[in-house]
């Protein structure tokens, strides 16, 4: 079968400085195939929530393409104009803003790589060939009775609709290939980039430190941990650094601001997170265990292994199977204290580890996926 020659990715993410796993298999893509086209659907703007937060409201920015590859990427944010309670015509005005982006860019028939599960309106609505790929169990997620029925309905449409389906974790595979086959593809690391030597970031403490790096949310990160890691690495003089996009609460995220020796430090572009990694006295990963994140196949256990840093860990899915390696120490509670400040304060090297999986091998998998997608004529 030929590749797929133009695709639209429904993400869960925005096209911006810190990338995740679509975007780098959407890079990877654009790289090895000359005649690829994507357009990247970003997650759509919501004045109406940001008005009732008390936030500045904000519109999406539309259809624009991309730096790089050649105007072959191009992305498109929608705008949510009325909120989900008032029904579904709400997902089927997204839908529709996505087919007319479709129809500007002239494509008749993309493939459609859904992401987000919220977008299964824009599969019934179009037909167009189809792969799901799911990153994170949302459904184990805290959320509320709504919109956890929403969700559940939306992955039970999409998992009996779509063409191919695609999960991150073996915990995935194991529960969405219940119901049907699916393929699993970890996630990974740009190995080279991670590996290469980068200046200390003026910002890094110089100090005994202990690094986070990813998404601050109540749903993977314990707080309570992290204030506990905190005050015992203050005894010795340390500090915790958190660096990555700020969700949580109002209320936590003050109470880590305020809190001492954690400076939260807030997203920085993905070329520099490295410099980061690379100088840090440990990388840790103060997850809660629950069945939402033993879901999940974490990035950053592929960047702090291509690294070579010591690393602290909760029992949580990914970091559970490295335990015992050379330099992975996997606790929880007081132990998970203790072993971060144990591996703060001796500034251990580096490890040369091998077998880090490459993005690259990543995306050769996934237009594996791709290829056996069927070739069909539908409506945009």
């Given at each position: 079968?030929?590749?797929?020659?133009?695709?639209?990715?429904?993400?869960?993410?925005?096209?911006?400085?810190v990338?995740?796993r679509n975007?780098?298999?959407?890079?990877?893509?654009?790289?090895?195939?000359?005649?690829?086209?994507?357009?990247?659907?970003?997650?759509?703007?919501?004045?109406?929530?940001?008005?009732?937060?008390?936030?500045?409201?904000?519109?999406?920015?539309?259809?624009?393409?991309?730096?790089?590859?050649?105007?072959?990427?191009?992305?498109?944010?929608?705008?949510?104009?009325?909120?989900?309670?008032?029904?579904?015509?709400?997902?089927?005005?997204?839908?529709?803003?996505?087919?007319?982006?479709?129809?500007?860019?002239?494509?008749?028939?993309?493939?459609?790589?859904?992401?987000?599960?919220?977008?299964?309106?824009?599969?019934?609505?179009?037909?167009?060939?189809?792969?799901?790929?799911?990153?994170?169990?949302?459904?184990?997620?805290?959320?509320?009775?709504?919109?956890?029925?929403?969700?559940?309905?939306?992955?039970?449409?999409?998992?009996?609709?779509?063409?191919?389906v695609?999960?991150?974790?073996?915990?995935?595979?194991?529960?969405?290939?219940?119901?049907?086959?699916?393929?699993?593809?970890?996630?990974?690391?740009?190995?080279d980039r991670?590996?290469?030597?980068?200046?200390?970031?003026?910002?890094?403490?110089?100090?005994?430190?202990?690094?986070?790096?990813?998404?601050?949310?109540?749903?993977?990160?314990?707080?309570?941990?992290?204030?506990?890691?905190?005050?015992?690495l203050?005894?010795?003089?340390?500090?915790?650094?958190?660096?990555?996009?700020?969700?949580?609460?109002?209320?936590?995220?003050?109470?880590?601001?305020?809190?001492?020796?954690?400076?939260?430090?807030?997203?920085?572009?993905?070329?520099?997170?490295?410099?980061?990694?690379?100088?840090?006295?440990?990388?840790?990963?103060?997850?809660?265990?629950?069945?939402?994140?033993?879901?999940?196949?974490?990035?950053?256990?592929?960047?702090?292994?291509?690294?070579?840093?010591?690393?602290?860990?909760?029992?949580?899915?990914?970091?559970?199977?490295?335990?015992?390696?050379?330099?992975?120490?996997?606790?929880?509670?007081?132990?998970?204290?203790?072993?971060?400040?144990?591996?703060?304060?001796?500034?251990?090297?580096?490890?040369?580890?091998e077998?880090?999986?490459?993005?690259?091998?990543?995306?050769?998998?996934?237009?594996?996926?791709?290829?056996?997608?069927?070739?069909?004529?539908?409506?945009?």
């Amino acid at each position: 079968m030929s590749h797929p020659s133009r695709i639209v990715v429904c993400s869960l993410e925005a096209w911006d400085e810190v990338w995740r796993r679509n975007q780098y298999l959407v890079d990877n893509l654009l790289n090895d195939d000359a005649e690829l086209e994507v357009l990247f659907v970003e997650p759509p703007a919501d004045p109406s929530h940001a008005l009732s937060h008390g936030r500045r409201t904000q519109f999406g920015t539309g259809l624009r393409l991309a730096s790089g590859y050649e105007g072959r990427l191009h992305t498109f944010q929608p705008t949510k104009l009325l909120p989900r309670r008032v029904g579904a015509a709400v997902d089927s005005m997204l839908a529709r803003s996505v087919r007319s982006a479709v129809r500007r860019l002239g494509w008749e028939t993309p493939t459609l790589w859904i992401n987000d599960p919220r977008w299964l309106p824009l599969l019934e609505s179009t037909g167009w060939p189809s792969l799901y790929d799911i990153t994170d169990d949302w459904i184990q997620a805290e959320r509320g009775t709504r919109e956890h029925d929403l969700l559940a309905a939306s992955d039970a449409g999409l998992l009996a609709r779509c063409d191919e389906v695609v999960v991150c974790s073996p915990a995935l595979q194991l529960s969405k290939g219940a119901a049907r086959e699916v393929s699993l593809i970890r996630n990974a690391v740009d190995v080279d980039r991670y590996r290469l030597p980068q200046d200390r970031p003026a910002e890094l403490p110089e100090v005994p430190t202990a690094l986070y790096v990813g998404t601050l949310h109540e749903d993977r990160l314990d707080v309570e941990l992290v204030l506990a890691t905190a005050r015992r690495l203050a005894e010795f003089g340390g500090r915790l650094v958190l660096v990555g996009p700020n969700a949580l609460t109002a209320r936590n995220a003050q109470r880590l601001e305020l809190a001492l020796a954690i400076d939260v430090l807030g997203s920085r572009p993905k070329e520099s997170i490295p410099a980061y990694l690379q100088h840090a006295g440990v990388l840790i990963v103060p997850h809660v265990v629950d069945d939402f994140t033993d879901s999940l196949d974490p990035i950053k256990l592929y960047e702090y292994l291509a690294v070579g840093r010591p690393i602290v860990s909760t029992p949580v899915a990914g970091f559970r199977d490295e335990s015992g390696s050379g330099g992975v120490v996997v606790a929880g509670g007081g132990d998970f204290v203790e072993a971060v400040a144990r591996a703060a304060s001796q500034q251990a090297p580096s490890l040369a580890r091998e077998g880090v999986p490459d993005w690259s091998d990543r995306a050769a998998e996934l237009r594996a996926v791709l290829d056996r997608l069927p070739s069909r004529s539908a409506t945009a």
